[in-house]
């Protein structure tokens, strides 16, 4: 049997657009060229409102944090570091970003415990599991502009439905929205979005190889040894994500301003001194006083904490995360 061997130019791979090209005298694109082409195409609506949404207001924001401008006067000027040497000795600032960082060291341990603890409940074979999946998981898709009006009808002082249920029992009814209970209603209505950690966990729990439990089981291990040994190492990926994630959150939530009673419209007078936040003190600054320029500072000088505390959170879980594939591994 004879073998022939193939000298067409068009049997070659790509032979066929090169001899297109030289027909027509455009100059002939690689294959490479033409994938780079199409990478920026595809990307290019998320790099154009990276850009225009994330990128420009940052900018703007930074030259407004050197300034005196207030939304509406023309008669700004330029005050250099002047905001930010203001808000270093401003003890409000100090106050409202102590009372944000205690919020976000108690919420989102609690957010990850409890978001693990519905999954792992979920993970197992029930009856109706597809229905009970679906009912945690519906709070986290509510906005957070309905679940503040909820929780503050909920907990009102005078018609709300937690004083109802006291008072059915003989109870004083309890001002929930009001110093010292504020603080308790804020993480309420924090750990009333679990859901989404839930979920999260649960994709987590679902890639946990069941014969790793199998052979614990068969040597003798506990179902609490298995989840501490097997369980939470594999699932540590997934919660240093939630850690950072749930961090950035917590330091940035407005829960406060739509739980705040009704009174002024600003609602600023009227948030509880607990739950007067780093990011209320940013607002308040905002539309209650119109200093653009200094909550301008209060932003930037968030920006640079979160990436202090997310640099910090990754150096210290550095040696605690096990990854199936190691990050640091070059391909």
Not at 116 to 121: I, N, R, T
């Amino acid at each position: 049997m004879t073998v022939h061997q193939v000298t067409s130019v068009t049997d070659r791979p790509g032979a066929a657009y090169a001899g297109r090209a030289q027909a027509t005298g455009r100059p002939r694109i690689s294959m490479t060229a033409r994938r780079h082409r199409a990478f920026y195409l595809f990307t290019s609506p998320w790099i154009l409102g990276f850009l225009l949404l994330t990128v420009t207001p940052m900018a703007y924001a930074l030259w407004l944090s050197f300034t005196t401008f207030d939304g509406i006067s023309p008669n700004w000027r330029y005050v250099g570091l002047g905001n930010y040497r203001e808000l270093l000795s401003d003890p409000v600032t100090w106050d409202a970003l102590g009372r944000a960082g205690l919020f976000a060291v108690t919420s989102v341990p609690l957010s990850i415990v409890a978001g693990l603890a519905l999954a792992v409940l979920v993970n197992r074979p029930l009856t109706a599991r597809g229905l009970f999946r679906t009912l945690l998981y519906l709070p986290a898709v509510v906005p957070p502009v309905g679940a503040g009006i909820a929780f503050k009808l909920l907990f009102d002082q005078n018609s709300g439905a937690a004083n109802g249920v006291l008072t059915f029992f003989g109870i004083d009814a309890v001002g929930w929205l009001a110093d010292p209970y504020a603080r308790y209603v804020l993480l309420m209505a924090v750990l009333w979005g679990a859901g989404n950690v839930m979920i999260i966990s649960l994709a987590g729990l679902q890639d946990v190889p069941r014969e790793l439990h199998e052979a614990a089981r068969i040597d003798g291990a506990s179902a609490w040894r298995a989840f501490r040994s097997i369980t939470v190492p594999l699932l540590s990926p997934v919660l240093l994500f939630q850690t950072v994630t749930g961090m950035i959150a917590s330091v940035q939530t407005i829960m406060p301003l739509l739980l705040a009673p009704l009174g002024d419209t600003s609602g600023i007078t009227t948030i509880p001194q607990s739950n007067y936040l780093y990011m209320m003190h940013v607002f308040a600054q905002y539309f209650a006083l119109g200093r653009y320029g200094y909550a301008s500072a209060l932003l930037w000088v968030l920006f640079v904490l979160i990436l202090i505390a997310t640099g910090l959170i990754f150096k210290c879980a550095s040696g605690a995360v096990f990854y199936n594939v190691d990050p640091e591994a070059k391909k």
